[in-house]
T-cell receptor, first 114, second 109 residues
Framework: SAVISQKPSRDICQRGTSLTIQCQVD?????MFWYRQQPGQSLTLIAT?????????ESGFVIDKFPISRPNLTFSTLTVSNMSPEDSSIYLC???????????FGSGTRLTVV | RKEVEQDPGPFNVPEGATVAFNCTYS??????FFWYRQDCRKEPKLLMS???SGNEDGRFTAQLNRASQYISLLIRDSKLSDSATYLC??????????FGSGTRLQVQP
């Protein structure tokens, strides 16, 4: 299965600032997915990032708040913009390298906004 | 109604016990099904895929009932190391996964 390097692993940020999270995959993948896991909750899909096109956002998430880049088939970034304490959460990227199973997750970014 | 529903638990069981988790999903067009395990402060990791014929991996048995839109996970001879949150996960064909809220298991010595 694919190996994902996600960074930073954690950060504490001031409200109103932005944080960019990076995911690097050790193989080429068509789609990368960005999830959010709020404290005590399960994972919620933010958006799907395709190389060479705009990301597809889920209901409740917008590009201005969570801009995504996907410059090539092994890398993606998610930016959390103009942060507020409500954005405190774990953010995870995920890929499905191939086949009907085997979705792999990055180790997550634990974000605290103060 | 949530797309994937699970009993949140916690399930507190003694070592050696057998424990079963259940999950229901709402989208009848769902195509693939998984159980993931998530340890505290860690990312989810695939435990096993779930097939219509049922499948077993050591102490773990997964079952799928498409007619009832129901998935189960059975853990036999529970170990302390099985303590974690178990996530029922469904792929509806959009390539991204839909997660249940998770069932917390605590195995007691």
């Amino acid at each position: 299965s694919a190996v994902i390097s996600q960074k930073p692993s954690r950060d504490i940020c001031q409200r109103g600032t932005s944080l960019t999270i990076q995911c690097q995959v050790d193989s080429q993948v068509t789609m990368m997915f960005w999830y959010r896991q709020q404290p005590g909750q399960s994972l919620t899909l933010i958006a799907t990032a395709n190389q060479g096109s705009e990301a597809t956002y889920e209901s409740g998430f917008v590009i201005d708040k969570f801009p995504i880049s996907r410059p090539n088939l092994t890398f993606s970034t998610l930016t959390v913009s103009n942060m507020s304490p409500e954005d405190s959460s774990i953010y995870l990227c995920s890929v499905q390298p191939g086949g009907a199973y085997g979705y792999t997750f990055g180790s997550g970014t634990r974000l605290t906004v103060v | 109604r949530k797309e994937v529903e699970q009993d949140p638990g916690p399930f507190n069981v003694p070592e050696g016990a057998t424990v079963a988790f259940n999950c229901t999903y709402s989208n009848s067009a769902s195509q693939s099904f998984f159980w993931y395990r998530q340890d505290c402060r860690k990312e989810p990791k695939l435990l096993m895929s779930v097939y219509s014929s049922g499948n077993e991996d050591g102490r773990f048995t997964a079952q799928l009932n498409r007619a009832s839109q129901y998935i189960s996970l059975l853990i036999r001879d529970s170990k302390l190391s099985d303590s974690a949150t178990y996530l029922c996960v469904v792929n509806t064909g959009r390539r991204a996964l839909t997660f249940g809220s998770g069932t917390r298991l605590q195995v007691q010595p």
